[in-house]
C-alpha cells in the first residue's frame, strides 16, 4: 500500500504554489497569464515532484502516467477553446456580434441590463448546455453593450457568468450536470429537481443583487450608444441577415449536437456570412494581394479572421478595441496555461497529495453540515489545486461516496453538493479551464470580475445553509461506521 504523505508536507506545493503566484500577479498584472502563471505552476510542479521521490520513493514513472492520461482527458477542451477563437473571430468580422451590439445598445436601458444580461445568458445556456458556448456568443455581444451603455466591464461579465452557469448547471445537456449524476449513480432529472432547492435561492438573490445594481446606474449613456451605433453602421453592413447564424446555430444545440462540432460549424457559417456581407473588411484583413488578385485577399483575411489576431478601425479608440478579436492564436496562452494546470493537478494526485489532505477534512465530519461543507470545501479545493472542474467533480463524488452510504444520507445529496461547489466555483479561480477561458474570451482579468459572480459564490454557500435546515434531506435511522 502506497504510504501517503503528511498532510502538512501534502500542503507544501500549494502554499508554494499560491506565493508564487501572488508575486507574478505583483509583478506582471494582467499580463501574468501570458507566462508568469505558467512558470508558478511548473515550480509547484516542481516541488511536489522532489518531496515525493526524495522522500517518500514515488518512482517518476507514476507521474508520467498520470500526466499523459490527465492531458488525455483534456484534449477535447483544448480542440473546444481552438474552436471558441474562431467562433469569436468570424462572428465579430462577419457583423453578427456587431449586429447584436447595435440593436442592443438601443434597446436596452443601463438600468435594466445587468438583469437582462443575466436573464438571457441564464436561458441560452439552459437551451445549449453550455456555459463556455453561451458566453463566448451572446456574452461577448452583451460584454460590448455594457461599453456602449457605460457599464463596468467587470461587473456585466459577472452577471453574464452567474447566468451562463445557473443555465449550464440546471441543463440536463450539460456535461458537468451529467457527470455528477452518473458519478455518484443519481437519476439525471431526479439530480436536477433536487439542485432546484438550492440553486433557485441563489440565482433569485443574484437576481435581486443585479436588479438593485441596476437600478443605481446613473450613467449617462447616449453620447457612447451614438458613438457606437455611427461607428459600427460605418464600418460594417449591419443586417439581420446576420443573425441567421445564432438561429442555426440554436437548431445545432437544439438537436444535441455535440459542442465542439457546434463551435466549428457556427465558425465556418460566420464565416461565410463574412464573405457575403463584410468583404471589404476581409480585404482590410488581408491586405493587398496584387498578384493573385480580390479572391486571393478574401481567402487570406479570411484565414486571418479564423487563426490570427485582427484590427479594425471603426473611427473610435474605444470601439477598435472592442470589435478587435485574437483568433486560434489568442487562445495559445490560455492553452499552455490550462496544459500547465492539469499537469500540477496530475502530479498532485499520483504523489497521494490529494488524497493525503481530503483524508483529514473527511475526518473533521461530525454531522450533516459538517459533511456537506467539507463536500464543497473539498470541490472548491479540487478547483484550485487540479485546474479543472470535471476532475475535481469525480474526485469529489469518489472520495465522499462511502462517507455518506455510511452516514445514511442519499446520493443526490452528494451529487447536488458536488455540483453545487466543483461546477461553479471553477470560474472563479484564475488558473482553472473555465476561469482562464472565460477571462480569455471576455478580456475581463478572473480576479476583475470575481467580486460580481454573486451566483456561483452564492450556490456553496446556499447548499451548506439548505443542509443546516435540513430542508427534504432524508437519513437512514441506521449510521454505519
Known sequence: MKRLPHPLVAIIPIVVLIGLLGIVISLFGSDALSGGSQVALLMGLAVCVFISMVFYRVPWQAFEQQIAKTLGGVAVTILILFAVGMLAGSWMVSGIVPTLIYYGVQLL??????????????????????????????????????????????????????????????????????????????????????????????????????????????????????QYTDGLSATYNISLWTLLVPVLTAVLIARRVPSLIVLFLSAVMAGIMALILQPHILMQIGGDAPQLGKTAALIKGLAIT???????????????????????????????????????????????????????????????????????????????????????????????????????????????????????????????????????????PTIAYLPYCF???????????????????????????
Open 306 to 444: 479564423f487563426y490570427g489576431a485582427t484590427s479594425i478601425d471603426t473611427g473610435y479608440a474605444e470601439l477598435n478595441e472592442l470589435v478587435s478579436t485574437g483568433g486560434m492564436t489568442g487562445m495559445l496562452n490560455t492553452i499552455w496555461l490550462i496544459i500547465c494546470a492539469m499537469c500540477f493537478g496530475a502530479v498532485m494526485v499520483a504523489s497521494g497529495m490529494i488524497e493525503s489532505i481530503t483524508r483529514v477534512v473527511i475526518s473533521w465530519v461530525r454531522s450533516r453540515v459538517g459533511l456537506v461543507a467539507s463536500t464543497a470545501s473539498t470541490g472548491l479545493f479540487l478547483n484550485i489545486t487540479t485546474g479543472d472542474q470535471f476532475i475535481s467533480i469525480v474526485l469529489t463524488a469518489n472520495m465522499f461516496q462511502n462517507v455518506y452510504e455510511q452516514q445514511g444520507y442519499e446520493a443526490r445529496l452528494l451529487s447536488r453538493t458536488a455540483e453545487d461547489s466543483a461546477t461553479v466555483t471553477s470560474v472563479l479561480v484564475p488558473w482553472n479551464t473555465c476561469g482562464m477561458t472565460q477571462s480569455t474570451v471576455l478580456g475581463v
Open 455 to 481: 451566483f456561483n459564490i452564492l450556490s456553496p454557500v446556499m447548499t451548506i445553509v439548505v443542509a443546516a435546515i435540513g430542508w427534504k434531506i432524508k437519513q437512514t435511522n441506521k449510521v454505519t461506521r
Open 109 to 226: 436601458s443601463p438600468q435594466l441590463f445587468l438583469l437582462c444580461a443575466c436573464i438571457i445568458c441564464a436561458l441560452v445556456s439552459l437551451l445549449s448546455g453550455s456555459s463556455w458556448t453561451t458566453i463566448a456568443t451572446i456574452g461577448v455581444a452583451l460584454l460590448g453593450i455594457s461599453h456602449a451603455l457605460g457599464i463596468n466591464e467587470a461587473v456585466a461579465a459577472g452577471a453574464i457568468i452567474s447566468g451562463a452557469y445557473f443555465g449550464d448547471k440546471m441543463s440536463p445537456l450539460s456535461d458537468t450536470t451529467i457527470l455528477a449524476s452518473s458519478t455518484t449513480g443519481v437519476d439525471l432529472f431526479t439530480h436536477i429537481r433536487y439542485m432546484m432547492l438550492t440553486t433557485m435561492p441563489a440565482f433569485t438573490i443574484t437576481l435581486v443583487i443585479f436588479t438593485a445594481m441596476g437600478l443605481g446606474q446613473t450613467s449617462n449613456c447616449e453620447v457612447h450608444v451614438h
